[in-house]
């Protein structure tokens, strides 16, 4: 499998949002975008929600760290945590390299669709981050 | 209110933007933090060399006779013993011991013959410092301060492949030249101050060299050495390098409400025979003992403690306060310097109190890194 940053959609803080369906149920998978990587730069530590919290949109789930600084990570949807990436935060060294695969964060069934029609596309999100 | 003063640039500032820096404001300058990653920067000062463009550094020329009279009044190191050639580390004070600057004196001799001292202290303090040294050139009418910052350029090269690179470019043998001394020789009959000093725990030089000639000698510096990997490092490595060599950094473990003796900086106070400028003040603290110590943490887990962050003993009491942390490149976990109160120096068991998680830290002694 393999995410096409295109198809993705983004918050303003800069976390990526792939929406997929399963039964009916509509869920999140959540990472941060190769443009906030870059910027971020030398990550360090990771700090990730708990399977089964209940993360909000436009709120704290989680931070980095990179040589230099911390970094809040805010959810992009509402809803609850349902499998975080635990190997990532071992691994951020391969963050850069491959953000939208092994970079995903956290998978949230969504609770709220309408957190969903806040996040920009692909292209509105690279207008932001060419400003 | 007035509008805020534009940044400053360095000599060197094209250069930074023309290599992809990202430049950041930094005591009143715009400063290459970085070139790409902080961590390859670091790495590679650690194991061959980089080259910093400290021109931010404010550089103070004394001229005339009773200039080492002048500055042996200011500073907490005797200067009027300080050779031809040699450079010291030492504290400028206020009566009450507080540290107004920690700064590098050096005693120098232009090809001409004529000798002056100079003072390299921090970019944050330049002015604070001239002002604070202005009314004392009263008492030394024959002492002339002129402020060389905007004139000159300051490019540190830092690591151990340092000295044979600069060893290409300079006709002086720079083997001749030991720790903390300082000559000046030429390029392309150009004037170069060369100062066997630095600010990462690496061995390695500062040049100071006039402003039109940064661009022609930083590019002369990576050129010759190419083969051996050097390149530009930012202020990022910069930081990460003198915290792991537990070097403090004033507005850090540094302030006008901290004495030398708290600092762990009483090697750099000389009493006997002289007096200087917050003498008896910090000779009072020396013998009552200090009220809080400069000590080295490390804090258990991935999981860096920054400045700010409160060091707390076993019962969960709060006892300090770190003031510089974070990750160490060379040592692969965090590390984080701090001020305790002095009564727990000898405590075996402390926690920080990481943004709302305590973690357990281990007491260390410091540096934190020594070069082999």
């Given amino acids: 499998m393999s995410r096409d940053p295109q198809n993705l959609l983004y918050a303003e803080s800069h976390e990526w949002c792939d929406i997929s369906e399963e039964n009916g149920v509509k869920f999140a998978t959540v990472g941060i975008s190769a443009f906030a990587i870059e910027q971020l730069n030398d990550l360090v530590y990771m700090d990730l929600p708990k399977v089964g919290a209940t993360v909000t949109a436009g709120e704290v789930f989680g931070e980095v760290e990179s040589v230099k600084a911390v970094s809040n990570l805010y959810s992009p949807v509402t809803g609850e945590v349902v499998e975080v990436h635990v190997e990532l935060p071992d691994s951020l060294d391969q963050l850069n390299a491959d953000p939208y695969d092994f970079g995903w964060v956290m998978k949230v069934k969504i609770s709220d669709e309408a957190s969903i029609s806040k996040l920009m596309d692909a292209s509105a999100y690279n207008k932001q981050c060419a400003e | ?372």
């Fill in chain 2, 1 to 372: 209110m007035n509008p805020p003063s534009p940044l400053a640039k360095t000599p060197l500032d094209s250069w930074h933007r023309q290599s992809g820096a990202r430049m950041v404001p930094f005591a009143g300058y715009e400063m290459p933090i970085q070139y790409a990653s902080i961590v390859d920067e670091h790495h590679r000062t650690r194991t061959s060399a980089s080259l910093f463009d400290v021109s931010h550094m404010g550089r103070l020329r004394f001229d005339g006779d009773g200039s080492e009279l002048l500055l042996d009044h200011l500073l907490t190191r005797r200067v009027s013993d300080l050779g031809v050639g040699r450079v010291r580390y030492g504290l400028m004070c206020n009566a009450d011991g507080g540290v107004l600057d920690d700064v590098l004196v050096s005693h120098l001799e232009t090809p001409s013959q004529r000798r002056f001292h100079l003072l390299v202290v921090n970019a944050s303090n330049r002015e604070k410092i001239l002002k604070w040294i202005i009314p004392h050139l009263a008492d030394f009418p024959t002492v002339t301060m002129s402020d060389r910052t905007e004139l000159t350029a300051m490019i540190a090269v830092q690591g151990p492949k340092a000295i044979e690179v600069c060893n290409r470019l300079f006709s002086f043998d720079l083997n001749r030249l030991k720790y903390y001394q300082a000559i000046i020789t030429e390029q392309f009959k150009k004037p170069v101050i060369v100062s066997r000093t630095g600010y990462t725990g690496e061995d390695g030089f500062e040049l100071i060299v006039r402003a039109e000639e940064a661009n022609r000698i930083w590019e002369n510096l990576l050129l010759a050495g190419r083969d051996d990997g050097f390149a530009a490092a930012g202020l990022g490595a910069r930081d990460t390098l003198r915290m792991e060599a537990a070097m403090p950094l004033y507005g850090h473990e540094l302030c006008e409400s901290v004495d030398p003796i708290s600092a762990g900086l009483a090697f750099a106070c000389q009493f006997e025979g002289r007096s200087f400028i917050g003498d008896e003040a910090i000779q009072e603290i020396a013998a009552k003992g200090p009220k809080q110590t400069r000590i080295g943490l490390l804090p258990e887990g991935k999981r860096p403690a920054r400045e700010g962050s409160d060091v707390l003993n076993s019962s969960g009491k709060k006892i300090g306060v770190v003031t510089s942390g974070g990750p160490s490149p060379t040592l692969g976990y965090p590390i984080a310097m701090a001020y305790i109160d002095a009564e727990h120096s000898q405590d075996s068991s402390f926690q920080i109190d990481i943004r709302g998680k305590v973690v357990d830290a281990k007491l260390t002694a410091l540096p934190f890194y020594k070069r082999p």
